[in-house]
């Protein structure tokens, strides 16, 4: 059981838009901390997509935003491309357990 | 350039020690935190603890505090996760990875580690 919850999955078809929620409580994501999001491609190890709520890498297209609000995040994906087709995380810091914490993961299928 | 070199994979009885490495470069080690991440095969990422290498610093996660230990050694910029006797649940891909801000912007590439009777 994750201490941050995310869809175990989400769909969407060549050009479409969705949503990835990553939903926490108060002693982490409702406590002020910044929510990451990775991208990790079948064999490879995570990539960084999105960090601190709603910033991305340099490289990381602009189809990729992130949002918070109270103990929620969210990713969303604009322009659905098949490569786009991977598995998504997020990942938090907890107080509680005072260490970061990943979303168990939301595979994306396109 | 940031890199993160990890050792080879292993396949290891249960019961025996092992230690795997987490060679850095690229950037100061000793006043960055460096951590590692477990994912067994098919499931999720899991946050295994960090080390501050400059104090020695280590904080583990609940799940894994007694399970494993994370060092480093500053003279040669690389991290370390071992165990002093391996099960079979420990079978899965190990990360070390280097967080800036909270977020794990480096990430080796993974060592598999096999524990099979």
């Known amino acids: 059981q994750s201490v941050l919850t995310q869809p175990p999955s989400v769909s969407g078809a060549p050009g479409q838009r969705i949503i990835i929620s990553c939903t926490g409580s108060?002693?982490?994501?409702?406590?002020?901390?910044?929510v990451h999001w990775y991208q990790q491609l079948p064999g490879t190890a995570p990539k960084l997509l999105i960090y601190?709520?709603?910033h991305r890498p340099s490289g990381v297209p602009d189809r990729f935003s992130g949002s918070k609000s109270g103990t929620s995040a969210s990713l969303a994906i604009s322009g659905l491309r098949a490569e786009d087709e991977s598995d998504y995380y997020c990942q938090s810091y907890d107080t509680g357990l005072s260490v970061w914490v990943f979303g168990g993961g939301t595979k994306l299928t396109v | 350039e940031v890199q993160l070199v990890q050792s080879g994979a292993e396949v290891k009885k249960p019961g025996e020690s092992l230690k795997i490495s987490c060679k850095t470069s690229g950037y100061s080690f000793n006043t960055n935190w460096i951590g590692w991440v477990r994912q067994v095969p098919g499931k999720g990422l899991e946050w295994m603890g960090v080390?501050?290498?400059?104090?020695?610093?280590?904080r583990y996660s609940p799940s894994f505090q007694g399970q494993v230990t994370i060092s480093a050694d500053k003279s040669i910029t690389t991290a370390y996760l071992q165990w002093s006797s391996l099960e079979a649940s420990d079978t899965a891909i190990y990360y070390c990875?280097?967080?800036?801000?909270?977020?794990?912007?480096?990430w080796g590439q993974g060592t598999l580690i096999t524990v099979s009777s």
């Open positions: 990875a280097k967080p800036t801000n909270g977020a794990p912007d480096y």
């Open positions: 080390i501050y290498p400059s104090d020695s610093d280590v």
């Open positions: 601190a709520n709603s």
């Open positions: 108060s002693s982490n994501i409702g406590a002020g901390y910044d």
